[in-house]
């Protein structure tokens, strides 16, 4: 039977146990100038912390693969010769601690062009202001009442894009990280495509499953075909827009059903993972959380389409994340929040369950 402290092994990459860090944007990177979206100390203590607490695999921020794809100007960035080289103290530290390196490739398409969330309630920039540009997406539908229009992006600039992908992936090879995750999540440029309700083209990428599917496809074969076929790439997807789960909300958003179809389809072109959380396309949809209320879906795909996953939302007791994964309905449990409000989450549930986590060789042999 597995456990939280089994290790688990994807192609050539082992794992050391089950509980990972999922990506937390930290919007600390300078904005612009040489170092723009390059990690900084802030994003190495950030991370280290947690892969010397014992987190298995560890998953950097929604990471650029262009400038126009950053959630805000101050988003971690993977498009230069700087960043990639910034990232390698990262990930060597990471690796050191036995804990895998993970990165995810994003763009924001629409939802661009923000401030920090601590800066005016994280408002929409003007294209025109201080570090503005004009966000893109799949139609010109603005994210929410206060956002910019976005370009509808043309086939053309839909394949630069693709190739960004494969360009950002290749760099993160370089910079030594052993998982790619390519963010499909969270109201992100491809989940922008993926929903009916932010997609209204109607041409090739739009309108039909496959239509609206296009875009993500093309964008996870690039990846895989630079990503090393000794390791994972994930796919994070957000199963359900929370439309068709509210009774009284007629409106078309993707739906849980869609996930299990579209991750058959992820599975036959080489993706590994699945990282299923939900949500945050559509900025007014109802959605009722309680503790682990994301992991049905999790559990949907892993039985349906036959995909390994992980789970997300709401996870934060040890009990709790080792049933999801001794019961079989998830492979791993992703966990946010709680890792930053405890570092030394993984260290302190192996102390509760009475398993074993890597611990630093300092901390092993400390004397007082």
């Not at 796919?235 to 789960?245: C, G, M, N």
């Amino acid at each position: 039977m597995n456990t939280l402290f089994t290790p688990y092994l994807l192609r050539s990459l082992t794992i050391p146990n089950r509980i990972w860090m999922a990506a937390m944007c930290q919007y600390s990177a300078a904005p612009e100038g040489e170092q723009a979206g390059a990690p900084t100390d802030w994003h190495f203590a950030h991370l280290a912390a947690r892969a010397m607490g014992g987190t298995g695999l560890i998953i950097t921020e929604g990471t650029a693969v262009s400038p126009e794809g950053r959630i805000s100007p101050y988003d971690l960035g993977i498009w230069n010769r700087t960043q990639v080289d910034a990232f390698r103290r990262i990930t060597g530290f990471l690796k050191s601690q036995g804990t895998a390196a993970g990165i995810q490739l994003a763009h924001a398409g629409r939802k661009a062009c923000t401030e920090r969330p601590w800066v005016d309630g994280g408002r929409r920039l003007a294209p025109d202001e201080l570090h503005g540009w004009t966000p893109v997406g799949p139609s010109a539908l603005p994210f929410s009442e206060s956002s910019t229009v976005p370009e509808e992006l043309t086939r053309e600039r839909i394949g630069e894009i693709v190739q960004e992908f494969a360009a950002a992936a290749e760099g993160a090879l370089e910079a030594g990280f052993e998982v790619a995750e390519i963010q499909g999540a969270h109201g992100y440029l491809i989940h922008q495509f993926l929903s009916p309700y932010s997609n209204h083209r109607a041409d090739e990428y739009g309108g039909s499953f496959e239509g609206r599917t296009r875009f993500a496809l093309e964008v996870v074969d690039a990846v895989r075909r630079v990503w090393p076929e000794d390791l994972p790439v994930f796919f994070r997807i957000s199963a359900t827009d929370w439309l068709a789960e509210n009774p009284e909300d007629d409106r078309e958003g993707w739906t849980a059903d869609d996930t299990v179809r579209f991750a058959k389809g992820l599975k036959a072109r080489g993706v590994d993972l699945m990282d299923v959380s939900t949500g945050a396309n559509v900025p007014d949809a109802k959605i009722v959380p309680g503790p682990g209320y994301q992991v049905r879906f999790a559990e949907r795909v892993r039985n349906e389409a036959g995909m390994p996953v992980a789970a997300v939302g709401l996870i934060t007791k040890p009990a709790q994340a080792q049933e999801i994964i001794t019961s079989g309905k998830a492979d791993a449990v992703l966990l946010a929040r709680e890792l930053l409000r405890d570092p030394y989450w993984a260290r302190r549930a192996a102390t509760e369950l009475g398993g074993t986590v890597p611990t630093p060789v300092q901390y092993n042999r400390a004397r007082p």
